[in-house]
């Protein structure tokens, strides 16, 4: 059989406006809401009664609003470490794993103790957070020294490296620092815990149960910090070229193998500051599945934001407000459902961007 | 020709064919036809539409309008199967042989014959009969990695015969030869159209041309500037107007120059090419200031390699000096740094990013030197300024400079790599093929460039397989055959026929 009409793809000669990747990516967010929507009334459910629902367990107070901006912290920084990454063409999806290892390294400041609890606490927090970079920066290390060096595929390696840093954590939590036997650690001194909003409800009520902490000031600086080594600083250039072609960065003199580990131990480092930012804003000590799949949700989060530094944060919103309505929603897979959906749709919306679709009749076509 | 070209005589008649790109019209009501037992030449710049006109005859393209008669019955071409079945066969510029393969199997390849048992003697005997026939020599139990690109080329030829072409379409087929081989192709065509085969000859030099063809036609900008002409008596300058349009000196100006000192110092160089096997096998030579030295060669006698080695993108043994810095086996941030500017071999693959911008393109050598960079930063105002300043003076066709590089043309991209190379004052040149591919307006501006540059005292190390060009330019020639120079001489004596055996290894300087 064939269509009255058919679609023809002719390729884009002209650099497409400005609005427009904007534009698609939203659009493809809408069409990605409609399908899961048809989903779940095929499945038998009210689409528009669980998307109100859905939009009220996110948006309907400033509490669910704190405790969406708390869940779009780590995606903040660990989707800009893969959106550095990425914009070299070196597919960082450890972001799991350093997380994990920048939360163990902030946790040991504490643990072991490496510096007297009773020291001030801006300084503990500090050392804390500089560890968490560490952390996540040697872990980075590993994966990028072995890629520049031996030419091992990174997307191998750090995947496998994620299952490492959890059960590495696990030796740590249930052998050496458990709390009576818990898979966890005791709570940290309050001395080690990142200053958030509710701490200043005595003065200002309104504040209090808002769960925002000192995390999310971390993810805007980093932003901003990324923003500025990828399109203003010689470093960027380096990095846009060599993810570009790295044969031409040969050519013009750039150290690509330095580059790869460099680039991969930013990229570490980032999701080590999210690590550390969670366990010391919000579970406040170290234990098992202190990530709701932040380091996978970091990758989906720098692709839809299509590797832009400032973009990454509303996307890390959008992605931390289904997961606080998922867990108000039976069935809980909903909000997976809906996050692939809106991964597939946003690349594939790509297609408008590099060619002009157009309907043909067909009659049309059989006449030319 | 003694019949009468009325239309059944007509091997080969198209008429009005129109082929619209997005943004270009490619063929512009292009009529195009070839007589039975003639040879007739196509020409035409990069862009013009002869590869589009031979799409549409091979059957790649259905043409938007016009009519296409093959010996006389109109034809409608929907796939390449279609074209090969009334008898049309292509002969691509790249060849499509598997090297670990017989003569006879790549020439059986895609078949539907030998049914089941491979009995390939019996084929190895019709190759052979079929040789016999057109006089193309080649042994058809050899392996294709074992025979000269020339030898292959008659396995293509011969592929498309024994399909029951009696129509051959040879995409520039000289390109890839050395002067001999070229004589040995031309006498295979005649051959052939003395059996009665049709030939349409798709060359960009008008010797050739007129050695073998009975007539010719001159695409520009999808539009037939002549058709069907008489290809004697046509003078260079007649037919280079045909194809871009306007008058092209030929006899750029070279002017006296005494070179100066010496400025880059090769001495013993040894270097593997990518499957670990010897490419460059001790070449020494020098180059002084104001002095372009030529390297002649056919492709894949260690030019690539040489000019990587030379370059710092490859690891070698020996020694490179640049104004006496060693250089050799070292990085290519320190060959830059002691002055070399380089014009790659592979203009997309390794001489731009394509997906930046015009601007990020011009600053690849520059940006980590002032005005581009201050500290850490990049001033992109500066680099735009650059850009824009660069863009003018060297004519590179573009919207802007926030244009992505892969969309310009090849000469005008050649010309970004030439403007950003020489911005930089280079001492020494190293351009690898910079016409290749080019149309003949954007070769004249770029051998200009060259030659300005020798005039400022560069030295420059040229590699092309153009003899005419190596000619032209250089001071001194030398010739590269497996990996070694086999000969050095001044351009002023240099003997094309002579340059032509050291090519294919049949002479050496000394011997």
Redesign the interface.
């Known amino acids: 059989m064939r269509l009255p009409f058919k679609l023809k793809f002719?390729?884009?000669?002209?650099?497409v406006p400005k609005w427009m990747p904007l534009a698609t990516s939203i659009g493809a967010i809408v069409v990605a809401f409609i399908i899961s929507g048809i989903v779940l009334a095929l499945i038998g459910g009210n689409p528009f009664r669980v998307y109100s629902f859905f939009f009220s367990a996110a948006f309907g107070s400033w509490g669910a609003f704190s405790d969406i901006l708390v869940k779009a912290t780590p995606l903040i920084m660990i989707g800009l470490g893969c959106a550095v990454a990425f914009k070299m063409n070196i597919l960082n999806i450890g972001g799991e794993g350093q997380f994990y290892m920048g939360a163990f390294f902030a946790s040991m400041v504490v643990l072991v103790p490496i510096i007297p609890l009773d020291s001030p606490r801006w300084m503990v927090l500090t050392l804390m957070a500089l560890m968490g970079i560490l952390g996540g920066a040697l872990y980075g290390f590993i994966p990028g020294f072995l890629k520049a060096i031996f030419n091992v595929n990174e997307i191998i390696t750090t995947l496998m490296l994620n299952y490492v840093a959890v059960y590495w954590n696990n030796y740590w939590i249930f052998g050496k620092y458990s709390d009576a036997g818990f898979q966890m650690t005791p709570t940290f001194e309050k001395v080690a815990w990142l200053p958030k909003l509710a701490d200043l409800a005595k003065e200002y009520p309104f504040f209090s149960g808002i769960t925002l902490h000192l995390g999310v000031v971390f993810g805007l600086i980093a932003a901003i910090l990324i923003w500025l080594i990828l399109k203003?600083?010689?470093?960027?250039?380096?990095i846009?070229?060599i993810g570009?072609?790295p044969?031409?960065?040969?050519?013009?003199?750039?150290?690509i193998k330095k580059n790869i580990i460099l680039v991969m131990m930013l990229s570490g480092a980032l999701a080590g500051l999210a690590g550390m930012s969670e366990v010391t804003g919000v579970v406040h000590r170290l234990q098992e599945r202190i990530s709701a799949n932040y380091g996978f949700s970091g990758v989906i989060v720098a692709w839809l934001a299509k590797l832009n530094p400032f973009a990454v944060i509303p996307v890390a919103i959008l992605f931390g407000a289904l997961i606080v309505a998922g867990r108000e929603i039976q069935p809980s897979g909903l909000s997976f459902m809906i996050q692939g959906t809106i991964l597939f749709l946003v690349i594939s919306s790509d297609v408008f961007l590099r060619y002009?679709v157009r309907i043909v009749r067909q009659h049309q076509e059989e006449a030319? | 020709m003694t019949q009468i070209p009325n239309g059944s005589n007509y091997a080969v008649d198209m008429r009005d064919i129109v082929i619209r790109f997005p943004g270009v019209l490619a063929n512009d009501h292009v009529n195009f036809t070839l007589k039975k037992g003639e040879i007739h030449a196509l020409l035409g710049e990069n862009g013009a539409g002869k590869s589009t006109l031979m799409n549409v005859l091979s059957g790649m393209y259905q043409p938007e309008s016009g009519t296409i008669m093959v010996k006389g019955k109109p034809v409608s071409f929907r796939s390449p199967k279609d074209a090969i079945a009334a008898g049309i066969g292509m002969v691509h510029q790249h060849f499509m042989l598997v090297p670990t393969l017989t003569v006879t199997e790549n020439i059986l390849l895609g078949l539907n014959e030998p049914k089941f048992f491979m009995n390939l003697s019996i084929y190895d005997k019709k190759i052979e009969k079929l040789q016999e026939t057109f006089g193309l020599k080649v042994e058809p139990t050899a392996k294709i990695w074992q025979l000269s690109v020339g030898e292959q080329q008659r396995v293509e030829i011969l592929k498309t015969l024994y399909r029951g072409a009696d129509i051959l379409i040879l995409d520039e087929p000289t390109a890839v030869l050395a002067p001999q081989e070229i004589d040995e192709l031309m006498e295979t065509m005649r051959t052939l159209v003395s059996q009665g085969k049709s030939i349409i000859f798709i060359s960009h030099k008008l010797n050739e041309v007129q050695a073998v063809a009975d007539r010719l036609t001159v695409l520009r900008k999808g539009k037939a500037t002549a058709e069907g002409i008489d290809p004697k008596g046509l003078t260079r300058t007649q037919l280079a107007e045909l194809m871009v349009g306007r008058k092209v000196i030929f006899q750029v100006d070279k002017l006296e120059k005494e070179p100066g000192e010496v400025v880059l110092e090769v001495e013993n160089l040894f270097a593997e090419n990518n499957r670990g096997l010897p490419a460059v096998r001790g070449v020494s030579f020098e180059i002084r200031e104001g002095e372009i030295f030529g390297i002649a060669g056919i492709a894949g006698n260690g030019q690539s390699e040489l000019v990587e080695a030379v370059t710092g993108l490859r690891s070698s043994e020996g020694s490179v000096r640049i104004n006496g810095t060693e250089v050799g086996n070292c990085s290519p941030s320190k060959s830059i740094r002691c002055g070399l500017a380089h014009i790659p071999e592979d203009r997309t693959g390794v001489g731009t990013a394509p997906n930046l911008s015009i601007t990020k393109n011009t600053i690849m050598k520059s940006y980590s030197q002032d005005p581009i960079s201050n500290g850490w930063r990049i001033n992109y105002v500066a680099a735009h300024d650059h850009a824009v300043g660069l863009k003018d003076s060297y004519d590179i066709q573009a919207p802007t400079v926030d244009t992505m590089a892969r969309k310009l043309s090849g000469g005008n991209l050649q010309k970004l790599i030439l403007a950003r190379e020489i911005s930089g004052a280079p001492q020494l040149i190293v351009a690898m093929q910079p016409t290749r591919g080019l149309d003949v307006g954007a070769i004249e501006g770029i051998q200009q460039i060259l030659l300005e540059q020798r005039q400022k005292g560069a030295a420059i190390m040229l590699i092309s397989e153009e003899l005419d060009e190596l000619l032209m330019l250089s001071d001194r020639i030398a010739v590269i055959f497996d990996g070694e120079l086999v000969g050095q001489m001044d351009a002023s004596e240099a003997d094309l026929n002579q340059i032509g055996m050291m090519m294919t290894g049949t002479l050496r300087s000394g011997e």
């Open positions: 002719e390729p884009r000669t002209k650099d203003h600083s010689r470093w960027g250039y380096e846009s070229l570009d072609n044969k031409a960065a040969n050519y013009a003199g750039i150290n002009k030319a």
